[in-house]
């Protein structure tokens, strides 16, 4: 197996490079760029980026590991990372949380046996003022109820 | 740079200005522990150990990250110092197994040394409190990782990164999660990686070929010089004689030597060691027949006598007072002195670094002595004698003898010779440095000088 | 002081219908301090931004002009401008709302900022969760370079200047500045050993300015206005407003900006409509998770400025309060603030990587009620032995919540201890 930037994402690598006074400063735009285009990040795609930056692959792996949002592992098509610090909390998560395992049927850290979703707690997604909040894949769901999520979840299905 | 003076513990010391207030410290023995800074590697500030306590400073600093200036007041054993790095020691311990009894690493561990010098307090946590992680790592090039183990200083990260420039190793993931690897599927592959070995300041990294082996605390460490090749890397050969057995090498470490080979050596020269005591010629031999030394002598001597074209090869790994001695000899009975350096040379193992292209450790006395490098015979040799030269067998002669280190010999007689490692002795290396080695492994055989002055004994 | 009328300087356009547009943004005033801009020099507007006492709003609330002055203005290297833009401290979310509300706000600031330090780049580092928002932010920047406010040549003043939005990836400690660069680089966020002397920040050993979002875009009230009018708000030492947050118990929860000084109840009262369901207040975390917890005591002594708040053991850090009523157990929200910290920890240097996870792990066992009374005890140690000896501050804040819960509301974690142990 190998990883190839499609031709858009190609393109957008020129451009880039030429933002940065180095090569090495495009790892995490790469790294995205990657997660985009195959849903997560593989070695391949890892492989690939170390040619493109110039630098060693374990740089870029480590790099990987580093954030929390990069994933290296294929996950469910809807991930919800449910916000789980303190002012969430405070505005009873928790209830939240219960209502997402009921109706999915999962703990945190599964995905449905569909590949629908996975679940995931994640730490302060800086929404406080309108919390509890959740983010799935990339738009947050703001000022969630026990009965707003589901409602959520069963429009997804 | 100028020299100012310091204030250490109430006693002035003269630096450098701007220099490393760490390498003052170690420079003077004044007790400082560190995980993470090495003087090859540089300071990265991560492991908190080496705090000091500055005149006017609020707060402990670092020595790592303290730069000398002109009186500076200095103390590294105050309540308050010693109080901050027992707490900091005890945040490396709370996640590390305790299983020294089972470590290589035990008595010459950092973590056990400075538990013992520094901190001495009683465990809070429970084992099954810790965070557990890979035992058995199996990292490549004889490299065991033991995550439980490992500080984190990164002391091996930094060699891959910015010793070795290969990069295979690196510190994955976050916070108490982070941890020494290499990208799955991928090993630590490159000529010097056993440095990450020593360097290592406790048992997260040790040598699958010295793992159990050998409790360090039973080995005498003798300073020598590596054979490999022509730099002449200092080395310590580690080595034990156990109870009813033969004094037996374990390993071979790097021995610091700023003007050659700095705090390192090859994976080649530091393996060596095993070629040192395998296949090895212990017995004198007339036509596969056991004699004995004075015998032996006889026949040499008969055999010079009965010769008139008579060849000496001699081996670039010898000793110069090896060398100088068959020099003597060669010139005593008219024979030709030769060293063909060609079968040396291997322009693949060398490197820009610490190998040299010539795999032999006294290249430099051969070319001092002016001895024929490039031989090659077309007359008739009546007489071969070959001081363990690797080229022997291309040579042709009516008769041979050959001194050896090693088993296999074709000559009619052949007699044994001690390894390096087994007699005193000095070498030049490439940069034209002398240096000497000193007999580590106890042996019956008699050396070179010996047999050459016991000769002209028996020719007299 | 009571809050009278509402003082915006930053948050002015934000009830604005399409107000993250350019003619809607244009429309309202964004832009105007462009024409007095280019009539001033580097050393004018660094004067300039000095004299406001303009303090940096990510949390540290250090003067923003002195920061700016140790830029190397005859440096033949290129400088660089890194806006901080990766809001990640609990309680803390007003960035975003200048990047999804008033983005040409922010672009106007970097304009008058990268003019001021001779800089032609600017990297605005979005923390990788504000996608949506960055979004936003991306398509102001296309209508600036479409408009020529940004580019080769911006405003025909012959003046270059790139702004690119820079993406993380989840990380809370890259909000620390030095970490901030290290991934801007493309590295693992690692806070930097911090220099010996006062000096610039260095992004590929290129002299670098790191300032927050919300500092960024009050520089053009300054650069248009002068900086008496800026003093104007506030108070002498703490001066112009903040965009001051709350989230928790509290009625109306969000983003206020308010001037400097007024005090917190007032504040909470007046923005936030007051404690949810009536309930009475036990404590607020003034300003980010980081920073001391206050006793509803000290929260009827708390002013919103930098002097008052120091003088309560406190800081002001980012503004973002987080209330909790009468109701709230104390162990429960330490215990979530400290998996924050162990989950957020860098890692790099021992005491932070050992110690998150092991008060982590003490509070863990309180609250399973297998925890003895010395564990408290311990707790505080380690704490004591975060604070002062890392490589960045991130441990000595940790060390901070955790005095600040335990120490003032000792007796409820007591409660949890089990003194049958052996």
């Not at chain 2, 740079?1 to 390498?23: F, G, P």
């Not at chain 2, 070995?197 to 300073?223: I, M, N, Y």
């Not at chain 3, 290297?77 to 309680?91: I, W």
Request: proline residues 3%.
């Amino acid at each position: 197996m190998s990883f190839n930037f499609n031709d858009d994402n190609l393109e957008k690598i020129e451009l880039l490079k030429s933002k940065y006074p180095k090569v090495q400063a495009l790892s995490l735009p790469l790294l995205w760029m990657a997660q985009y285009q195959d849903g997560f990040i593989s070695l391949e795609a890892i492989q690939e980026i170390a040619k493109i930056c110039e630098t060693p692959m374990m740089e870029i792996y480590k790099v990987s590991t580093f954030y929390s949002m990069f994933n290296l592992q294929k996950l469910g098509k809807y991930h919800i990372q449910l916000c789980k610090t303190l002012s969430c909390k405070l505005c009873n998560k928790d209830d939240v949380l219960k209502s997402i395992q009921n109706e999915l049927n999962i703990q945190v850290g599964e995905s449905t046996s569909d590949g629908l979703f996975t679940l995931s707690q994640v730490e302060c997604l800086g929404s406080c003022g309108t919390s509890p909040v959740m983010q799935l894949n990339e738009t947050y769901y703001e000022n969630l109820t026990p009965i707003s999520i589901v409602e959520i979840l069963k429009a997804l299905k | 740079m100028s020299l100012v003076t310091v204030n250490i513990d109430d006693k002035s010391y003269e630096a450098k200005e701007n220099s490393l207030l760490i390498d003052l410290l170690i420079l003077h023995d004044i007790k400082v522990p560190y995980f993470c800074y090495h003087e090859s590697l540089g300071a990265d500030g991560n492991c908190r150990m080496c705090m000091v306590e500055i005149e006017g400073k609020k707060r402990p600093q670092i020595a790592c990250d303290t730069f000398v200036s002109d009186g500076m007041s200095i103390q590294t054993a105050s309540e308050k110092i010693s109080s901050v790095r027992k707490r900091i020691l005890e945040l490396e311990l709370i996640n590390h197994p305790v299983d020294c009894p089972i470590c290589d690493q035990a008595g010459e561990c950092k973590l056990q040394d400075y538990y013992m010098d520094f901190g001495l307090y009683d465990s809070n946590i429970d084992m099954k409190e810790k965070v557990h992680n890979k035992k058995h790592i199996a990292l490549g090039s004889s490299v065991i990782l033991d995550r439980e183990r490992c500080v984190l200083c990164t002391r091996c990260v930094r060699f891959t990164s910015n010793i070795t420039k290969s990069g295979e190793l690196g510190v994955i993931n976050r916070g108490d999660k982070a941890c020494i690897s290499t990208v799955p599927g991928m090993k630590l592959d490159n000529p010097y990686a056993m440095n990450v070995v020593d360097l290592c300041p406790v048992g997260a990294l040790t040598s699958k070929e010295f793992r159990f082996a050998q409790r360090v605390w039973f080995l005498k460490s003798t300073p020598s010089i590596c054979h490999g090749c022509s730099t002449g890397c200092n080395i310590f050969i580690d080595h034990n004689q156990e109870k009813y057995k033969e004094d037996k090498i374990y390993r071979i470490r790097p021995r610091k030597n700023r003007e050659v080979n700095g705090d390192f050596i090859c994976d080649y020269g530091r393996l060596s060691y095993k070629n040192l005591q395998e296949n090895r010629q212990q017995e004198l031999l007339n036509k596969s027949n056991v004699i004995s030394y004075e015998d032996a002598l006889l026949e040499l001597n008969s055999k010079i006598s009965g010769s008139k074209n008579i060849v000496i090869l001699v081996d670039a790994n010898l000793y110069n007072e090896d060398i100088a001695a068959i020099s003597n000899f060669s010139q005593k009975i008219g024979a030709k002195l030769v060293c063909p350096t060609e079968c040396y040379f291997d322009d693949s193992f060398g490197d820009d670094w610490l190998k040299s292209d010539y795999k032999c450790a006294n290249l430099q006395a051969i070319k001092n002595y002016k001895i024929d490098s490039l031989f090659s015979s077309d007359q008739q040799i009546d007489l071969l004698i070959n001081f363990n030269h690797p080229s022997f067998s291309k040579f042709s002669s009516k008769q041979s003898v050959e001194f050896s280190t090693h088993k296999g010999s074709s000559a009619e007689l052949v007699l044994a010779i001690p390894a390096y490692s087994e007699y005193s002795g000095t070498t030049i290396n490439d940069a034209n440095i002398e240096q000497y080695s000193q007999k580590a492994i106890t042996t019956d055989v008699a050396t070179i000088s010996e047999y050459l002055s016991d000769l002209s004994k028996v020719a007299l | 002081m009571i809050i009278l009328e509402d003082k915006k300087i930053v948050s002015s356009k934000f009830h604005i219908e399409n107000s993250h547009t350019l003619s809607v943004a244009k429309e309202h005033g964004t832009y105007s301090s462009i024409e007095r801009l280019f009539t001033l020099s580097s050393e004018e507007i660094i004067a300039i931004i000095k004299e406001s006492h303009l303090r940096g709003k990510g949390g540290g609330g250090a003067p923003a002009g002195n920061k700016w002055a140790l830029m190397p203005l005859g440096e033949l290297k290129p400088s660089f401008l890194a806006v901080n833009c990766d809001e990640s401290e609990p309680g803390t979310f007003k960035d975003r709302e200048i990047i999804s509300k008033d983005p040409h706000l922010l672009i106007e600031g970097i304009i008058c900022t990268c003019f001021a330090i001779k800089s032609h780049t600017a990297y605005i580092y979005v923390r990788g969760e504000y996608k949506e928002f960055s979004n936003i932010l991306q398509s102001a920047i296309d209508e600036a370079y479409e408009a020529g406010y940004l580019g080769e040549n911006i405003f025909n003043k012959g003046y270059k200047l790139d702004v690119i939005v820079h993406r993380g990836a989840g990380a809370y400690i890259c909000g620390e500045k030095s970490a901030l660069l290290e991934s801007l680089e493309g590295k693992r966020g690692h806070p930097r050993v911090k220099p010996h002397q006062q000096e610039c920040e260095w992004y590929f050993d290129n002299p670098t300015l790191v300032n927050n979002v919300e500092t960024i875009a009050s520089v053009p009230f300054i650069v248009k206005n002068g900086a008496d009018a800026y003093k104007e708000f506030g108070t002498s030492s703490s001066p112009g407003t903040l965009l001051f947050a709350m989230s928790g118990h509290v009625n109306k929860p969000g983003v206020y900006e308010s001037e400097f000084g007024i005090c917190m109840m007032d504040y909470i009262n007046h923005y936030g409509g007051g404690i949810k369901n009536g309930k009475k207040l036990k404590a607020i975390i003034p300003g980010g998770a980081s920073t001391k917890i206050l006793t509803a005591d000290e929260v009827g002594l708390a002013k919103l400025d930098y002097e008052t708040m120091k003088a309560l053991g406190s800081s002001l850090g980012t503004g973002g309060m987080i209330v909790m009523d009468e109701d709230t157990n104390m162990v429960e929200a330490l215990k979530n603030l400290l998996e924050f910290y162990h989950h957020e920890s860098c890692g790099q240097c021992t005491p932070c990587r050992e110690g998150t996870g092991w008060v982590d792990t003490i509070m863990q066992n309180l609250l399973d009620g297998v925890a003895r009374g010395e564990d408290i005890e311990k707790i505080l140690e380690i704490s004591k032995t975060m604070n002062g000896q890392t490589i960045c501050v991130f441990a000595p804040a940790v060390s901070d919540v955790i005095d600040g819960f335990i120490t003032k509301f000792r007796s409820e974690f007591e409660s949890y201890v089990r003194e049958d142990l052996t």
